[in-house]
């Protein structure tokens, strides 16, 4: 009984493994809505996010990307993470709410624990017309989003391939 205690401590020990200081980050926002503080435009840098509790994420479309649009198609547009578009995720020191990205003077409260830029990726844009409405539909998504932290750990697992829809005016002939 010894001997079998022993060969299965052994074999414990020897088939064990510790994966060190590796951490698996997961950033999941596809259930979360689109917000923002303007109404989406056309020829501007626009600024979108998405809170999930204490967290944000928040995307800075590059100036003129959403004026794609043609109207009886569908027209899709790329716009590169980093040096185009930005794309942050913050971790809040508690709860945050549309009014700390949109007040003139941020609250003081929560304060932003950890901030990452994402330094690869793309984001996509699929435009088509709502005629009836006189609206582009601009549906964002995000695509091979790549975060590293400061300590040079890669964030995996990012679910927010559908960033969300944005419409803006059909311009007049």
Known sequence: ???????????CLLFSCGD??????TIDFDSVTLQFCTTPSATEKNILFKIN??????????????????????????????????????????DVAKNYFCDDIPPA???????????????TISTTADEANGNFVH???LNE??????????ITNLSV???GE?????PAP
């Open 145 to 154: 989003i790549s975060f590293i932290t400061e300590s040079g750990e890669r």
């Open 53 to 94: 509790n204490t967290e944000a994420l928040i995307l800075e479309l590059q100036s003129g990307v959403l004026n794609k649009g043609v109207v009886g198609e569908t027209v899709v547009t790329q716009s590169a993470i980093s040096n185009q578009s930005q794309l942050t995720y913050r971790i809040f020191s508690d």
């Open 109 to 123: 409260e929560p304060v932003v624990i950890d901030e990452v830029e994402a330094e690869d990726g793309f984001v």
């Open 139 to 141: 549906t964002i998504t």
């Open 1 to 11: 009984m010894r001997k079998y205690f022993f060969l299965c401590i052994t074999f």
């Open 20 to 25: 060190g200081d590796l951490e698996i980050e």
């Open 161 to 163: 391939s559908t960033f």
């Open 166 to 170: 944005v419409t803006t005016a059909i």
